[in-house]
Structures are given as C-alpha cells and as structure tokens.
C-alpha cells in the first residue's frame, strides 16, 4: 500500500484489488501452508517438463492421446529408477554425522540430498537460549556472519516437536538448518518421525503397478484392493481395445468375459450391483453371447 501512495495508484482499482488479495498470491503468506517447496512457476514448468519432447504446438487431440501415455511410461520408469537407487545406492556419510546417517535410512535420494544441503548450513549458525515455559524451549539461531540474521525456533523438549520463524518445515516438508541447528546443539541423533512426511519415505511408491505381470503392495486391506482394481480396470480396456474392431473378436471377448463371471461368483462372497453388471442369476442362466447383444444400444 505504501508503494502505491508513493506512485500515486492508490486509485486504481485493479491494484487495490490485487492487494485486497494478497494473502492468496503473495509467497510471504503462503510460508505456513505445504507446497512441497512449489511456487506458481515451478508448477507451471513441472507441467511443461512432464510433456517435454513429446507434444508441440500442432500436436492434434489423438496425437495427444498417444504421446501422453507415452509421456507418463517415462515418468513411471524414472521413478521406478529413482526408487531402486534409494533402497540400493549407498549414501557417502560420516560416521559421527549421526543425523545424516538416519536421514540416510528413511529418505529418497533426492529428499536426502535437499536434507543434506540444510545440514550442511549449521555450521555457519550459533544458538542462544532465551527461555523456558510450559515445557517449550525458545532459542535464537543468529548467523556467525551476519548477526542480524537470526531465526526464533521453539522445542518441545519432551517430544521434539517444535517450530521455526522461518516456516521452511511447513512449506517444504523439510527440516531447516535452524532447526537442525538446536538439535546438534541438543545432541539428538535422529530425526523425530513427527518431521519425516510420509512421501518423501524411501517405500512412498510401495503402493504401485509394477507391470502387467503383478502388483507391489503391502498387508493393507484398502490399497491392496484399490491397486488390483486399478489393474484389472487396466488389462480389462487392455483387451477390450483388441475386441472392439471386429464382431468376432468382439463375441470371444463377451464369452470369455462372461466364463470368467460365472468363476469369479465361485470364489468370492461380493454380488456385483445392478447398474453395473448383471445379477448373479442372470449369469448363470442367460447364453454368453446373449447378455451385452440384447442392449438395444449395441449394434
């Protein structure tokens, strides 16, 4: 607002809407709210990035199509390539760098380097005590070359659970130097699992198709069933797309569809709904090939 008066714009009525606004645009006001440290930029080029090398400005909407499934085969396999050198690579660390060592285990490659360059940093800071209450512990990290850069952190000395003035934890999901600062201050050798976010886990992508030929997933009921629906749901257009030119293909497909149902009711306790597929005893009394031709719709 004050840079407006200087300029004379405090009529203007694009600008004071904008600045009406600024909690929703402005990075300063964002610090608290997690972005995986993103800004409207670096969404923008993530989008670009994902579609690099594969679609132009004359790609038409079936080009798209093809080069999109194209498009995130590569991103699987980079992460897929990602994941493997996480779990397997093994990370240079010294054997006093006891927080290193921990994020090592726990983090992926990438989010273990981004750890590293913040840890890198406590060397060039110097913490203060400056008070106790409730059990909170409130220190001042000042920078040993410029004082006046200086960080309020506080500390739960029970839990570890703690906040720094500089909001980097909840914006990236990444402890900050400061932080990291009062913990070498305090000799704490691991880092605390209220301040390891589930997605930057070296197993994140646990729950994840590998190929055609089967599933990684873990003993949850839930993302076990979400991961074999997804897969059939996959393979299923899979062979429907190989069906659908010809009337031929197209009756193997509804026989064999239909000998697959009337195996599947044998061995699991779940009735279909109606809207969805038939009932069960329309399976078992209808001829295959009878069940999808007597849709009106179908020709």
């Known amino acids: 607002m004050k840079l407006m008066k200087e300029n004379g714009l405090e009529s203007d009525e694009w600008l004071q809407q904008l600045y009406d606004i600024r909690e929703s645009w402005v990075p300063v006001y964002n610090r608290g709210t997690f972005f995986a440290g993103m800004n409207t930029t670096g969404r ?30 590569r991103i699987v396999k980079r992460e897929n ?33 981004k750890f590293k360059d913040e840890m890198s940093g406590v060397f060039h800071y110097k913490v203060e005590e400056v008070g106790n209450a409730n059990g909170f512990q409130s220190f001042i990290v000042k920078s040993k070359e410029r004082e006046v850069k200086k960080f309020a952190v506080t ?7 703690g906040v720094c003035e500089c909001q980097t934890f ?16 305090l000799d704490i050798d691991a880092v605390p699992d209220h301040f390891i976010l589930p997605r930057w886990r070296q197993k994140a992508n646990k729950f994840r198709i590998i190929d055609s030929e089967g599933l990684v997933h873990d003993d949850g009921k839930e993302e076990s069933e979400a991961l074999r629906l997804g897969h059939m749901c996959q393979e299923s257009t899979k062979l429907a797309c190989l069906a659908t030119p010809s009337n031929e293909a197209y009756m193997i497909y509804i026989e064999a569809m239909n000998d697959l149902s009337k195996k599947l009711l044998k061995v699991t306790s779940y009735v279909p709904p109606i809207d969805v597929c038939h009932e069960k005893d329309d ?16 020709s």
Do not use: M, W
């Not at 990035?49 to 995130?72: I, M, P, R």
């Not at 006093?96 to 380097?113: D, G, P, Q």
């Not at 500390?155 to 659970?161: A, G, K, R, S, W």
């Open 44 to 73: 923008s080029e993530g989008v670009n990035s994902f579609f690099y090398g594969f679609v132009t400005s004359t790609t038409n909407l079936k080009e798209f199509v093809v080069k999109y499934d194209e498009a995130l085969k």
């Open 81 to 113: 390539d990602e994941d493997f050198e996480s779990e397997h690579k093994f990370r240079i660390v010294n054997d006093n760098e006891f927080l290193l060592k921990h994020a090592a285990k726990i983090y992926t490659r990438n989010v273990f380097n």
């Open 155 to 161: 500390l739960d000395l029970q839990t570890y659970e």
């Open 170 to 185: 909840e914006f990236v999901g990444i402890l900050c130097t400061h932080i990291l600062k009062v913990f070498v201050r």
């Open 283 to 298: 399976l078992h009394s209808t001829e295959p090939s009878q069940i999808l031709l007597s849709d009106p719709n179908i």
